[in-house]
């Protein structure tokens, strides 16, 4: 089973609104991070959450982390066209030495206009 | 000013070929990385490489070959191409362990 799974798989909103989306994740972490995809790019960084945080805030965005439950949400609020893409949490697993990050399965984020 | 380029962005090659894909990063990172993303979106390590060093090779079959002449440049060799690897390749960087990843534009390989 994968590490990370993402809660919806699919998201459809009207422009304005908010979104969100979890994260769930089975082993110890050191940080988890999410990631934006636009259709046919590569992925790009948006917010790292460190394992001692439970809120983080950046723009429109705010993520939150309870390791107890090993989750996390992503909100990204008034939503615009733009933010149209896939989005991602990967986790930064404790085990020393494994130098990755496990991505999640992903949730597709269609914002309307 | 591209951080992490990859070539070629597409590749369309028949079954039992041998290719390349090329990535660099002018960022200064220690530690690349090769992802495969599958036809459900789903991202999966192949390899990582710090300082020029294998550190991850994540079950890929040996028909795959990463190859890093300098700390900024990793490429992936495919031998004997299958239809089942057919799929985007993303190369990504870091500082290190979990630290951020920046992601090239990926490679969409076709095999037919």
């Known amino acids: 089973s994968q590490q990370g799974e993402e809660d919806p798989q699919a998201l459809s909103i009207q422009e304005g609104e908010n979104a969100t989306m979890n994260c769930s994740y089975k082993?110890?972490?050191?940080?988890l991070q999410w990631y934006r995809q636009n259709s046919g790019r590569g992925l790009v960084h948006l917010i790292l959450?460190?394992?001692?945080?439970r809120e983080k805030h950046s723009g429109r965005l705010r993520v939150t982390l309870d390791t107890s439950k090993k989750s996390s949400s992503l909100l990204i609020t008034a939503s615009r066209a733009a933010d149209t893409a896939s989005y991602f949490c990967?986790?930064?697993?404790?085990?020393?030495?494994?130098?990755?990050?496990?991505f999640g399965t992903g949730t597709r984020l269609t914002i309307i206009p | 000013d591209t951080a992490v380029s990859q070539t070629p962005k597409y590749l369309v090659t028949q079954m039992g070929n041998d290719k390349s894909i090329k990535c660099e990063q002018n960022?200064?990172?220690?530690?690349m990385y090769w992802y495969k993303q599958d036809s459900k979106k789903f991202l999966k390590i192949m390899f990582s490489?710090?300082?020029?060093?294998?550190?991850i090779n994540e079950t890929v079959p040996n028909r795959f070959s990463p190859k890093s002449p300098d700390k900024a440049h990793l490429n992936l060799h495919i031998n004997s191409l299958e239809l089942g690897d057919s799929a985007v390749y993303f190369c990504?960087?870091?500082?290190?362990?979990?630290?951020?990843?920046?992601f090239g534009q990926g490679t969409r390989l076709t095999v037919v």
């Open positions: 990967a986790t930064d697993e404790t085990d020393f030495g494994n130098e990755k990050l496990t």
């Open positions: 959450i460190r394992s001692n945080e």
């Open positions: 490489y710090n300082n020029k060093e294998l550190i």
């Open positions: 990504a960087s870091s500082h290190g362990k979990g630290r951020k990843a920046f």
């Open positions: 082993t110890s972490i050191n940080n």
């Open positions: 960022l200064g990172h220690d530690t």
